[in-house]
């Protein structure tokens, strides 16, 4: 007996492509579509080779998990290196960015030039009709234009990292698990005995993987130690660089428990410090105390290098946006400046928005694209 869950057969049977990465998602995916007919073909990428044989990541474990599916699967599988193309259109700019004091997101540039360009190149000249991934999104026809809508499983809806696909690339592609919740894809993974059924999802970039965040910087930037100060601008303390902080950051400032002079007894003496500024000119890193400190917050965000999937702005207007992943959709008027840049007014402050992270658009369930922020709570 088939697994409950699985999509109905399509009518038009075609050569798909599937990125394999070693992970459940991807497998799952393979699987839907080899049950509803059509030819599969698995893609092993690999996008990463510097010390790739560490303990933090390491391809070979998981070409190994991905090769394995592919034989229960009884599908052929490749294996690509897409690492010069990675470390030219993704890790220079990730590295360019932190340099600029920004935080950006690697992923989502990933998704745009990797999974769904170099990627979906190489698939086309495999002759592939379409190519799927095991990210949890959907894609809508809607008058001969594409949609991309958030995954059913609103704990796993990874449309954020997707903002940046055009028309193009979302008539070419298959999201077979975003209409599944991820306990059901875990089920069908178990009962068709896949090997990596129980496999723990990858929550690091793979350059990074798991390791400690400012240990890898450190192989790439240089440290350019500075003062931290608070908001009346008395030095609490040395930062070791600000390309190693994000705006909202509590952990590793090393000023826990600093008593600022002359503090009034019964005050806030001990409340938590975050990062709040990084001041690039004067390589300053301004903290504050408090989760709810002013600076903290902020009621408008510009953005820039923007992307619209319908390949133009929307009008401006009543939107959702989230200015990070896995946060609510957060009820703001869109203000586009242009086809390349946006202005965001919310209904209440939003926390620690970061210049670098992207705002991402959303008109209920269909995210309409976004842009890379510019502004964040202390300019704003």
Known sequence: MEPAGIIPPMANKQRVVVGLSGGVDSAVSAYLLKQQGHEVIGIFMKNWEDDDNSEYCSSNIDFVDAASVADVLGIEIEHVNFAAEYKDRVFAEFLREYQAGRTPNPDILCNAEIKFKAFLDHAMRLGAEKIATGHYARVRERNGSFELLKGLDPLKDQSYFLHRL??????????????????????IAAEINLPNAKKKDSTGIC???????????????????????DEKGRVLGQHVGLSFYTLGQRQGLGIGGVKAKGAQKGGNDHAPWFVARKDVASNTLWVVQGHDHPWLLTPRLSAQD???????????????????????????????????RFDLRFEG????????????IYDGEVCLGGGVITTDAASA
């Open 306 to 340: 923007a992307s619209w999937v319908a390949g133009h702005a929307p009008a401006g207007g009543d939107v959702g946006a989230k200015t990070r992943y896995r946060q609510a959709d957060a009820p703001c008027a869109l203000q586009p400046q242009g086809d390349d």
């Open 207 to 229: 350059f990074i993987g798991e390791r400690p965040f400012r240990d890898f910087l450190n192989r790439y930037i240089a440290k350019e130690p500075g003062p931290i100060k």
């Open 166 to 187: 055009n028309q193009a690339q979302l008539s070419k592609t298959l999201f077979p698990v975003g209409e599944l919740p991820k306990t059901e894809v875990r089920r």
């Open 349 to 360: 402050p939003q926390w620690a928005v970061t210049p670098g992270q992207s705002a991402v």
